[in-house]
T-cell receptor, first 114, second 113 residues
Framework: EPEVTQTPSHQVTQMGQEVILRCVPI?????FYWYRQILGQKVEFLVS????????KSEIFDDQFSVERPDGSNFTLKIRSTKLEDSAMYFC????????????FGNGTRLTVT | AQSVAQPEDQVNVAEGNPLTVKCTYS??????LFWYVQYPNRGLQFLLK??????LVKGSYGFEAEFNKSQTSFHLKKPSALVSDSALYFC???????????FGKGTRLHILP
């Protein structure tokens, strides 16, 4: 079964540094998402992306965050200047052609900001 | 504001007993409701969904959920729990044409041998 893959599995960075989290969604999917989960708790919506542009974003997704689909296969989340509170698990997800379809999640990238 | 609530942080059930994990929602328009399960160090896995039609939906691993419009609930159920069902369970909702799916805070299910 096709999978959403995320790299790296664990990223450690210093406060103030830029990080890029990478995701390869399922190939025929059209909607892409980033979520984050802090300390194994609530899964928080960050952003959704469709047709090469952001379709929805949360209040968490401020100017420090950006997303890109540079080459038709990768879907990246960039944090320009990381803060300690950005430490979390970041999950990429994708769905096919309908917004009421289930999300397919990757296994996540654990970001640790020191 | 749109929201989804899981009132229990943790549910403990003896193996073989029925289990229920509660979820309520608040959305404008028709809700699309989902349950996901998360095992340690893994992403969320889809269990089942309600879009329209029959209020009782069946999903993976013997789970089912009942949509109750008057109570705005979508509780997850299983007639006989297994130890392997122990995991973190998330209820999620989307609505209308908004391209946004929000999750409850999760309920940790412990099945006791």
């Amino acid at each position: 079964e096709p999978e959403v893959t995320q790299t790296p599995s664990h990223q450690v960075t210093q406060m103030g540094q830029e990080v890029i989290l990478r995701c390869v969604p399922i190939s025929n999917h059209l909607y892409f998402y980033w979520y984050r989960q802090i300390l194994g708790q609530k899964v928080e919506f960050l952003v959704s992306f469709y047709n090469n542009e952001i379709s929805e974003k949360s209040e968490i997704f401020d100017d420090q965050f950006s997303v890109e689909r540079p080459d038709g296969s990768n879907f990246t989340l960039k944090i320009r200047s990381t803060k300690l509170e950005d430490s979390a698990m970041y999950f990429c997800a994708s769905i096919s052609d309908r917004v009421n379809s289930p999300l397919h999640f990757g296994n996540g990238t654990r970001l640790t900001v020191t | 504001a749109q929201s989804v609530a899981q009132p229990e942080d943790q549910v403990n059930v003896a193996e073989g007993n029925p289990l229920t994990v509660k979820c309520t929602y608040s959305v404008s328009g028709n809700p699309y409701l989902f349950w996901y399960v998360q095992y340690p160090n893994r992403g969320l896995q889809f269990l089942l969904k309600y879009i329209t039609g029959d209020n009782l939906v069946k999903g993976s691993y013997g789970f089912e959920a009942e949509f109750n419009k008057s109570q705005t609930s979508f509780h997850l159920k299983k007639p006989s729990a297994l130890v392997s069902d122990s995991a973190l369970y998330f209820c999620a909702v989307s609505w209308g044409r908004d391209d946004k799916i929000i999750f409850g805070k999760g309920t940790r299910l412990h099945i006791l041998p």
